[in-house]
């Protein structure tokens, strides 16, 4: 397996002072003939050791528990870890106990599929069994050993076989799978951010409408999303998701709807993303009731630009997109600070009450969001005199 020049050469210094190897996702990802997005190393070299050998490479400690070292090699982060076995979990996920070892063989058995359970010393490929070989050549997700043992240890496994499987473009052993959907209740125990990268990674796969199959199927989300799952079941077309394949919000977007929306709040996003995100849903079905300018300007004012060109990609409505097209196009009014009026002018004119000001410029926006034609400056001063 060819590998570039600077991993290999972090190879053969691990393996001047003990043996190294590459493992897991690198491997794997070479193997299926894509490119890896990192790669790490494990050794039998001592921790103390390690930080020794690597003093050129700025160490940092950031896993001494488990023996994990972080060097920068030409540019670029690598962890190394040493070698170790099987460790007991709590129900949390909390490793208990961690023993080391030497052989990597011992190593490769801890791990959670078969084909990351792959290593390569810089001269050959290791493979825990004959499965790690076999299901790399037929492009199979399987855990290693007892599937039970596996997620018990770590219940992410579940979804990080749905993952990579979407992203990797490969097939789920049916074993594995009964598995999965045996201990789909195990994730209730794993935290919503660790949940949400996983889910999230699938939603930014082109293969997207496999993940999220598989995820229904195995009922996955009952036990974090239980109404989601209820719904998606009875309602969703989920072939439709392909289309937005690649983007996050428009994905919440597609699979989230009021009868479930107080599930959406249990992610853990960016506040006000995640506002964007619930009006879009709130407003999903409303925007096909927009077919003038005016009632789409109105949309715009009250919940923004993002939250209607969010809906327009997720199903397309070729009328209300026309006039939204034709509306930004022209520029028109659609927020207070469009208007060519502001308080300082209205104070101009004698009006001193905060609210009475306010209140005016709610009044000359409106008037605005039916005849954008008149927001100019003098018009709008004898609109609000009227008014007064």
Known sequence: MEIEKELNEILKILNMHGKGYIVGGYVRDKLLGVKPKDCDFCTDIDYEKLLHIFKKYNPKEIGKTFGIVQINYKGKAYEIAKLRRDSDFTKERNKLQIEFVNDIYEDLKRRDFTVNAIAFNGEKLIYESELSKEDIKNKVIRFVGEGRERIKEDPL?????????????????????????????????????RVQEEIFKIFKSENIYFGMKKLVELKTLQGIFPKLQRD??????????????????????????KENLEELKKLKIEKRLKIEIENSIKTYDEVEKLDTKYSIRKFLNIYGANVLKNILEVKRLRKV????NEIIE??????????????KDLMD??????????????????????????NRKELLIEKAKEML
């Open 232 to 257: 998606i079941e009875k309602n969703q077309n989920l072939e439709k998701i392909s289309n937005i394949s690649g983007s996050i919000k428009l994905s919440l977007i597609f699979l989230f709807s």
């Open 330 to 343: 022209n520029s028109d009014p659609i927020e207070l600070k469009d208007l060519k009026v502001n308080g």
């Open 349 to 374: 004119i004698g009006i001193s009450s905060g609210p009475k000001i306010k209140e005016l410029l709610l009044l000359l926006m409106e008037i605005i969001l039916k005849e954008p034609n008149i």
């Open 157 to 193: 496994r579940l979804l990080r076989g749905i993952r990579i499987a979407t992203e990797k473009s490969m097939e789920i052993d049916k074993e594995t799978e009964k598995f999965m959907f045996l201990e789909r209740d195990s994730l209730k125990n794993i935290s919503m951010e």
């Open 321 to 324: 997109e026309s006039i939204f």
